[in-house]
């Protein structure tokens, strides 16, 4: 029997609002989300993966509070994350002849949530939106925080908007559905909360993280609404990325060099990407002397051992100087000087931004020749 759903609450004043954590939710999804319409009427976007599996469900799960529900189906994966799908999305809504009083509603992973997002916070000059996010990755961490966003040439995420949802509704019989690949993505985003302030979880993930991605519906419950909470308070501080919030990131600055050099899609997952910064990041810390090298030893071993890469594409070649030159086009450089999340050990990360590239550099060549 699946654990009673539970509620964690992101506190921001007058926008806070509840991510539901548990199973069951899509079927009542028009129960959940009473309290936040303003008006009977949504538009619901997703993918055509997602439509297929979970379609019907919430389907049933609106019709049965009496919600009209227009859907529209995207191609699913990142190629999808652009400026033409965007645009193509907001005609289409328009077309229908919204009001400020209607609401969307993301129905899948992280791609889906950024664009719904984005869309939503433009149409009619913003309106509402909820998140049913449908992969681990974004239950635990990109439905939550408001952070929306589209990929350009110039990289990933690189326009957007922070536009906060009404409310997100983490099926947790949504993840039964996803390959072992898409989970490992997202158990790299859960591990992660571990890793940057919380060295208990991270024991209980070495613990308990095998059981997590085989299907352990009470392991799944625990991770993800452990994971929220961690979002939720560093949210609630920290809002739009001024401070603690950046610390999120560990992991990202590598991540989306690779993500940008190989081509985003299905060759590196973000989840991977993800998991081989957090090892880079850690060797980083180790080889300035900051990280304990046991640390860094036992991060690598867990991420390995749980199914996840450790180690950058061997397609990408020994391109350790390209990297660094595409984490210099990243968003969160500040006076030319790329921001990276490094640690003093598990549980210990913190913001660094004078970093010495030549080092940076050594690292990337070291693993790429690994």
């Not at 899948?108 to 449908?134: E, Y």
């Not at 509704?169 to 790299?188: F, K, S």
């Not at 450089?333 to 913190?350: D, H, Y």
């Amino acid at each position: 029997m699946s654990p009673a759903p539970e509620t964690v609450r992101v506190e921001l004043g007058e926008r806070a609002y509840d991510v539901v954590v548990g199973s069951g939710l899509l079927e009542r999804a028009g129960e959940w989300m009473g309290p936040v319409l303003k008006r009977k009427r949504i538009f619901v976007l997703t993918d055509r993966t997602v439509a297929a599996i979970h379609g019907a469900r919430l389907e049933r799960g609106l019709s049965a509070a009496g919600i009209a529900a227009a859907t529209i189906v995207l191609p699913p994966g990142e190629g999808t994350k652009t400026w033409a799908q965007l645009g193509q999305i907001l005609d289409q809504i328009l077309d229908a002849r919204p009001e400020r009083g209607d609401m969307l509603l993301a129905l899948g992973g992280g791609v889906i949530g950024d664009l719904t997002g984005v869309a939503a916070s433009l149409l009619l000059r913003g309106v509402d939106f909820v998140q049913a996010p449908t992969t681990l990755l974004a239950q635990v961490d990109s439905s939550v925080g408001g952070k929306t966003g589209v990929n350009t040439k110039h990289g990933k995420n690189l326009v957007g908007a922070f536009h906060q949802p009404r409310l997100v509704l983490a099926d947790l019989d949504a993840l039964a559905t996803l390959p072992r690949r898409e989970l490992l993505a997202g158990y790299a985003e859960t591990v992660k909360y571990g890793l940057i302030e919380d060295p208990a979880f991270f024991d209980w993930c070495e613990a308990n993280g095998a059981a997590l991605v085989a299907g352990d519906v009470a392991a799944r419950q625990y991770a993800v609404a452990h994971s929220v909470r961690s979002k939720a308070r560093t949210v609630a501080v920290d809002e739009r990325e001024g401070g603690a919030r950046a610390l999120l990131n560990l992991g990202h600055t590598f991540g989306h060099a690779l993500e940008a050099a190989i081509g985003y899609g299905d060759a590196l997952l973000h989840g991977e990407a993800v998991a081989i910064g957090m090892v880079l990041a850690f060797d980083l810390s180790a080889r300035l002397g900051l990280c304990p090298p046991e640390d860094a030893a036992r991060v690598r071993r867990h991420i390995a051992a749980v199914g996840l890469p450790v180690a950058p594409p061997s397609r990408l070649g020994n391109r350790g100087a390209d990297l660094v030159a595409l984490m210099g086009q990243d968003k969160k450089v500040q006076a030319g000087r790329i921001t990276f999340v490094l640690t003093r050990g598990i549980g210990r990360a913190f913001i660094a931004r004078d970093v010495d590239t030549g080092v940076v550099r050594d690292v990337l060549d070291r693993a790429l020749a690994a």
